[in-house]
């Protein structure tokens, strides 16, 4: 579990090394990007819990729940919404309205990435959880 609140703004590389009984290894690295949105209580350390800016970062896809809605999501216009795999790899790039997702954009079971990048270039990041 990581509070990136404790961090600041930032690109981090993370590395997990796993080794076998013989000390073979194998390594995987993956690149997180930190954005903890700016405060709007200059009481609380600099970090935002201000959910009417930025709502809903966490978000189910399935059967009861086929779409998203990336506008309701954010408060400011929309430029791209970018939705990667775990690993980092980009999978879909929306550029115009309706900054849809949905089950029909083909999806496996899972859990993704997604980075909206707003007119006035702010970068906000949520996850997607794909289920059944």
Do not use: C, M
Request: aromatic share 12%; net charge negative.
């Amino acid at each position: 579990n990581w509070n990136t609140l404790e961090y600041s703004n930032a690109t981090y590389f993370i590395k997990i090394i796993a080794y076998d009984n013989n000390s073979q290894s194998g390594y995987l690295q993956i690149e997180v990007i930190v954005y903890n949105p700016p405060s709007q209580n200059q009481n609380d350390g600099g970090q935002s819990t201000d959910q009417n800016i930025y709502k809903n970062r966490h978000n189910i896809l399935s059967s009861t729940q086929p779409s998203i809605d990336f506008s309701s999501l954010v408060s400011d216009n929309i430029l791209k919404v970018e939705i990667f795999d775990i690993k980092g790899k980009i999978l879909k790039v929306i550029e115009e309205s309706p900054f849809l997702l949905s089950l029909n954009d083909k999806l496996n079971l899972g859990f993704y990435i997604y980075k909206i990048t707003t007119t006035d270039n702010q970068k906000l990041f949520g996850t997607i959880n794909v289920i059944k």
